[in-house]
């Protein structure tokens, strides 16, 4: 099976990872897509821990609104600081039957060379890179059989953005996936109240 890993924070999940999900199920070469929840700080107080809980539970609404996509908290168990080599080493350790292919950002191939062991990835995994505003995707010819540029909806929506609009008490509801957003409302998540909890 060949599955691709799409990495995130996810805090919250919104609209643009939604449909960036929906685009790799059903108009790529993935047989599955699974939505990497990265941990956030490994000094973590309560308040921390109960926004990775949440963070997990609101994934998994998106996820299950797709045949073949699933949320992975296998991050939340290995080694911290979370380096992407780490989790593809033990994806491919624990399923050596499968092909794992990483879902990155524009952004984030514009700075690939600088991550952790990335000949190591390059050489051992496919990349598949999704288009960001203000970045060019370019792709080196001897690297061409091994990363390829998505032509997906570009969506700027930004989860940092999503929090502070949130956090002002705004009307969101075409940002986040209703389910998602009705959970936030619920559980009084991203409120001022709690962003100053927190600090």
Known sequence: MK???FGGSFNPIHT????LTNYLINETDLDAVWLMVAPR????NEYDRAYDVHRL?????V??????????GLEFSLPQPSYTI???????RKFPDDKFVLVIGADNWSIF?????????????????????????????ELSGHVKALNSPVIEISSTMVREKLSRGENLSYYLPYDVYQYILKHNLYTQQNNERKQ
């Open 57 to 61: 539970r609101m994934t998994e609404m």
């Open 41 to 44: 700080n490994p000094i973590k």
């Open 3 to 5: 599955i691709g890993i």
């Open 16 to 19: 643009g990872h939604a449909i």
């Open 86 to 92: 780490n989790t593809l080493r033990t994806l491919t």
């Open 113 to 141: 060379k600088r991550w952790r062991c990335s000949d190591e990835i390059v050489s051992n995994y496919e990349i598949y890179v999704y288009p960001r505003q203000g970045y060019e995707i370019s792709i080196p010819d």
């Open 63 to 72: 996820a299950s609104r797709f045949d073949g996509v699933i949320t992975s």
